[in-house]
Nanobody
């Protein structure tokens, strides 16, 4: 079973870049689809983007201009960078795995709270 664990700073200042890492065990990031998803307080889940088995990346149109997802296959990790953050980017951020597209499998990562505030 694939296990995922998010890590990164819990507090980011406005206009800075948010950077999170997802460490994967029980499976290789060279197979499948590896997503970042977030949930702002009081709102629903929002898919941010994914990096797929080939290393190609796909992003939500609404976040594409500020998002970059990359990977380190030697560490079996993938990373989210979201630039020029504002308080509206405050959310719990999750990483998740799917064998195909966004048909996510359980379990996801436990989630990590990121607050954007000065």
């Amino acid at each position: 079973q694939v296990q995922l664990q998010e890590s990164g700073p819990g507090l980011v200042k406005p206009s800075q870049t948010l950077s999170l890492t997802c460490t994967v065990s029980g499976g290789s990031i060279t197979t499948g689809f590896w997503s970042w998803i977030r949930q702002p307080p009081g709102k629903g889940l929002e898919w941010i983007g994914y990096i797929i088995y080939s290393g190609s990346t796909y992003y939500s149109p609404s976040l594409r201009s500020r998002t970059s997802i990359s990977r380190d296959t030697s560490k079996n990790q993938f990373t989210l960078q979201l630039s020029s953050v504002t308080p509206e980017d405050t959310a719990v951020y999750y990483c998740a795995f799917a064998r195909v597209d966004r048909y996510f499998e359980d379990p996801w990562g436990q989630g990590t709270q990121v607050t954007v505030s000065s």
